[in-house]
């Protein structure tokens, strides 16, 4: 039996329609979905051509916990900007140390990633690049007031010179390998009158074929680092290491200070000359494996020698992103509010549910920002504006507030109201066109930018700047990058506005200021160089000669911030009228109370169009 429709269609007939509709509104969705498929998230900071072992939330505590080796790990986000001026010194690090891999292992693991924010929090990492050293053998847990908790590693300090860095750890290893790195005084080693002695004590050829003997200041580490370079072949030699001459001294004919000799089991032995102006490490360390003969074992990235790959790394090694070509060359300078979605939630996951513990001026700072964003975000959906106004409303009534609470809150309220509908992989305004730049941190310029704008318009003088510096003080996880943005407020006295215009133009003046700094840096993405904002190609009429008609920008600057935009709304001229005609009868629907915390507009206008077809 076939029914008649209200509309005068019969079912199988408008079923097909039905059928079809739904075929090409999906296939038009995922066009919408994917604008720059290449272009998803920040991505890593190390690939798998880079010495750097890149750890997860998965391995880290297999890796560094009962290992026999030390590993020191830098706790870093792939969007800070000062973690990406540090990799290339990490990646230097790393492979100037990949001869060291049977002592120590220089590693990495991203904080930004969703997948191990959970792990950082462990480890108590309060802001990036962190350096934490795990000694040989560490063990997994360890007695804090009398309990057991995980051993979250030792705070590694990370001075100005790659000479102190190496310095430094090596200075951590000697406890930890006594065996290799030990330096005998005199007492030892008076004894020592002929070369046959070596070998007739254990302690100090343990086992070699072959012995390198150093003469050098106590606190010297050329001899150190030799060791450890040759660490990998201590069956075949060993490296002996002496603060003050003593009998073999005279016996090898050494001269001056530093001195080196050798002796070998077969009975020869014999000096080496130190040049001034050489390279003494890389000189002795060649000379050992020449003249013990050894054959020397290819050092390997750690994908090539565990045989892992870097999910989700585009391109290799920190270079450009895949499909760079597909990024338009007409760029606008917009805001779209999946970026800005994106980044409220990373801050509210993945910075300020990195603590333990939230109370004091933090949880001020909090109350203050999470406040601000529930009056001045720009919703364009009810579930968003009820998410901030809930949350604001809950943090104002505590008092300090668990770690397990907060995420428990923060759980909940997502799960009844589904603020983030967006693909969190993807940034569109911000996206990036190499590895680590853009992402979360242009996205939170964009949040601090159109929360002022917004009060701006509203003429509202509230106190959205001290809020902003709160969170940045308090939050942000790139902490030099929030140093200077705390420098800059002090020096300008900036918290003592409180007009919101000159709290708007204050933002506008530090964001140029910041540019100006990074111009030419390596956190700099290449497509999109740090100049002066706005630009004259976006805002001619915002300059006078060389400089700006603070008028002029301060009307650029509600333009740009005051309307974001949903990327994924920016459809054809056929589909917007569509969509408008539908939205009387969609409001409609949306007034009540379970359709508007179901479905958006968007999704009632669908329904209506299946409907009424």
């Not at 973690?83 to 120590?104: G, I, N, Y």
């Not at 020869?268 to 390279?279: A, P, V």
């Not at 939050?475 to 020096?491: I, L, Y």
Request: with cysteine; proline share 5%; glycine share 6%.
């Amino acid at each position: 039996m076939i029914c008649t429709s209200p509309v005068g269609m019969t079912w199988d007939t408008e079923t097909r329609r039905g059928h079809l509709l739904i075929t090409l509104t999906f296939l038009q969705l995922i066009a919408w979905s994917t604008p720059f498929p290449a272009l998803t998230g920040s991505g890593p900071l190390y690939g798998p051509n880079d010495f750097v072992y890149v750890l997860n939330a998965s391995t880290i505590q297999n890796m560094v916990f009962y290992s026999d080796r030390a590993w020191l790990v830098e706790f870093f986000s792939s969007w800070c900007g000062h973690c990406v001026q540090f990799a290339p010194v990490w990646k230097q690090f790393a492979t100037d140390l990949k001869e060291w891999r049977s002592m120590v292992m220089v590693a990495g693991i991203d904080c930004a990633d969703d997948l191990n924010v959970g792990s950082c929090r462990e480890f108590e990492i309060m802001g990036y690049p962190t350096l934490k050293l795990f000694p040989k053998n560490a063990k997994r847990n360890v007695t804090s007031e009398g309990k057991s908790v995980l051993n979250t590693g030792e705070v590694f300090q990370r001075p100005n010179s790659m000479v102190l860095l190496k310095n430094n750890l090596i200075d951590a290893l000697i406890p930890m390998f006594p065996q290799t790195l030990v330096a005998f005084n005199e007492s030892f080693s008076k004894n020592l009158l002929t070369p046959k002695s070596f070998w007739e004590n254990p302690e100090f050829s343990n086992g070699a074929q072959f012995l390198l003997l150093v003469y050098e200041n106590s606190d010297s580490h050329a001899g150190l680092e030799v060791a450890l370079r040759l660490s990998n072949y201590q069956k075949s030699c060993r490296v002996v290491r002496f603060n003050e001459k003593n009998p073999m001294y005279l016996r090898l004919s050494l001269d001056g200070w530093p001195a080196a000799g050798y002796i070998s089991k077969d009975g020869t032995f014999g000096s080496l000359i130190l040049g001034n102006n050489q390279d003494i490490i890389d000189l002795l360390t060649k000379a050992v494996i020449g003249l013990a003969q050894i054959t020397q074992i290819e050092e390997l990235p750690w994908s090539e020698v565990v045989g892992e790959t870097h999910k989700g790394l585009k391109g290799s090694g920190g270079g450009a992103l895949e499909n760079y070509d597909n990024i338009p060359s007409n760029l606008e300078d917009k805001v779209s509010t999946e970026d800005l979605l994106h980044t409220v939630r990373n801050l509210l996951r993945n910075e300020v549910g990195l603590l333990q513990k939230i109370d004091g001026p933090k949880l001020v700072a909090l109350k203050n920002f999470v406040s601000i964003l529930s009056q001045y975000f720009p919703s364009d959906r009810r579930e968003v504006q009820v998410f901030l106004v809930k949350l604001s409303d809950w943090i104002r009534h505590q008092r300090e507030i668990e770690n397990y609470k907060y995420l428990e809150k923060l759980n909940d309220m997502e799960a009844e109201l589904n603020p983030w509908d967006i693909d969190m992989n993807i940034w569109y305004d911000c996206r990036p066109t190499v590895p680590g730049r853009r992402g979360y941190s242009c996205g939170l310029w964009r949040l601090f930018h159109t929360l002022t704008v917004i009060g701006l318009e509203k003429h509202e003088d509230t106190q959205i700047l001290p809020a902003i510096h709160g969170y940045v003080r308090e939050f942000f996880g790139c902490k030099e990058c929030a140093k200077h943005f705390d420098e800059m407020v002090e020096r300008d006295n900036a918290l003592q506005l409180r007009s919101i215009r000159d709290q708007t133009h204050w933002l506008w003046k530090a964001h140029n200021e910041v540019n100006l700094r990074l111009i030419g840096t390596p956190s700099e993405d290449p497509a999109f160089p740090k100049i002066k904002y706005p630009s004259s190609e976006h805002c001619p009429e915002c300059y006078i000669i060389n400089d700006f008609d603070e008028g002029k920008v301060e009307e650029y600057l509600l333009r740009v911030y005051s309307r974001p935009e949903r990327y994924m709304d920016k459809m054809d001229s056929d589909t917007r009228r569509n969509r408008k005609n539908m939205n009387g009868t969609a409001s409609k629907l949306s007034s009540s109370s379970w359709m508007g915390g179901l479905f958006s507009l968007a999704d009632m206008g669908i329904f209506m169009m299946l409907y009424f077809i």
